[in-house]
Structures are given as C-alpha cells and as structure tokens.
C-alpha cells in the first residue's frame, strides 16, 4: 500500500510561483506512478500532470505546460509540483496520487489519494 500526504499550497498573487510536494510512504514506492489532480471552485477534479515510476516520462494537461514541472526523488519518497506563472485559474485544491500503472494515474483511476492542499491565485 501507498499513503501520500501533500504540503504546500497557498495564497499567492498571480504570476507568482508555488511548490507542491507529495511524501509518500511504502516500500514499493520507486515502482510506482505519481500525478497531480485538481479541483477549481464548482468544478470537477482534472488532471494537472502525472511522472512515471523512473521519472523519463512526464505528462501535462495543455494548460499548464511551460508552467508547472513535475519531478520525483524516488530516494526520498517525495513528488514535487513546481508552479511558476500561476494564474487565477489555477485556484483549487491539489490532489496527489499513486498507483502501480501510469494509466491508471492518467484516467483519475488511481489506488491512492491525498486529502489535497488548498492552492488560492489572486488578481
């Protein structure tokens, strides 16, 4: 089993910068794909970006691409978000998931949820 925990939101002006981090515990860690979901005000949860097991394939929704980069230390059992440019839009509540195969991650099918962390971008 995966237990993933994320830090790191906030409030942040727009064009400002953010880091998530997701720690995760579990022996089996390192085999596993790691994404990020959100959820905006009276929306539902969408994809945001997702890094597989090695860290040589990284996935991104089209709007956040050239912003955000996802990375793993697989050493440290961690996920990072780093969100740069950030905009209004990006307001919501991040999500951290884990799941043995990177499909699963992508479809929002994943074994493995965080509660998630509050992200607020303001005008």
């Known amino acids: 089993q995966v237990h993933v925990v994320e830090s790191g939101g906030g409030l942040v002006q727009a064009g400002g910068s953010l880091r998530l981090s997701c720690a995760a515990s579990g022996r089996t860690f390192s085999s596993y794909g790691m994404g990020w979901f959100r959820q905006g005000p009276g929306k539902g949860r969408e994809f945001v970006a997702a890094?597989?097991?090695?860290?040589?394939?990284?996935y991104y929704t089209d709007s956040v691409k050239g912003r955000f980069t996802i990375s793993r230390d697989n050493a440290k059992n961690t996920v990072d978000l780093q969100m740069n440019s950030l905009k209004p839009e990006d307001t919501a509540v991040y999500y951290c998931?884990?799941?043995?195969?990177?499909?699963?991650?992508?479809?929002?099918?994943?074994?493995?949820w965080g509660q998630g962390t509050q992200v607020t971008v303001s005008s």
């Open positions: 998931t884990a799941d043995s195969l990177i499909e699963k991650v992508l479809a929002g099918s994943s074994d493995y």
């Open positions: 890094i597989s097991w090695s860290g040589g394939r990284r």
